[in-house]
């Protein structure tokens, strides 16, 4: 399994992005797709992930201001991040997990896509 993610970049306070990621390869039907970010000197940590179902699990840190989605016959998953903060400013990964049923999970990591934030 491959993950492609785009849509990082440099925006102002109080601005929009939206990351994209793509999945690419043979991927099992029990699977969540989502976003982590890092900081300079932080641990990574889930922005937000989502289950094939399409129920969302967001970060409190975020909830209210990001928003993530699917597109299952895509492989995609989205995250649509408004009221940007500078406390926002990491480089984003896509992350996929899956399993078969009754099996452990495979975790995959998108490249890493810079959103920073500042004016």
């Known amino acids: 399994v491959q993950l492609q993610a785009s849509g990082g970049g440099l925006v102002q306070p109080g601005g929009s992005l939206r990351l994209s990621c793509t999945a690419s390869g043979s991927i099992f039907s029990i699977n969540v797709m989502g976003w982590y970010r890092q900081a300079p000197g932080q641990q990574r940590e889930l922005v937000a992930d989502?289950?094939?179902?399409?129920?969302?699990n967001y970060a409190n840190s975020v909830k209210g201001r990001f928003t993530i989605s699917r597109d299952n016959a895509k492989n995609s998953v989205y995250l649509q991040m408004n009221s940007l903060k500078d406390d926002d400013t990491a480089v984003y990964y896509c992350n996929l997990r899956h399993r078969r049923p009754l099996s452990a999970w495979y975790e995959f990591w998108g490249q890493g896509t810079l959103v920073t934030v500042s004016s």
């Open positions: 989502i289950v094939m179902s399409g129920t969302p």
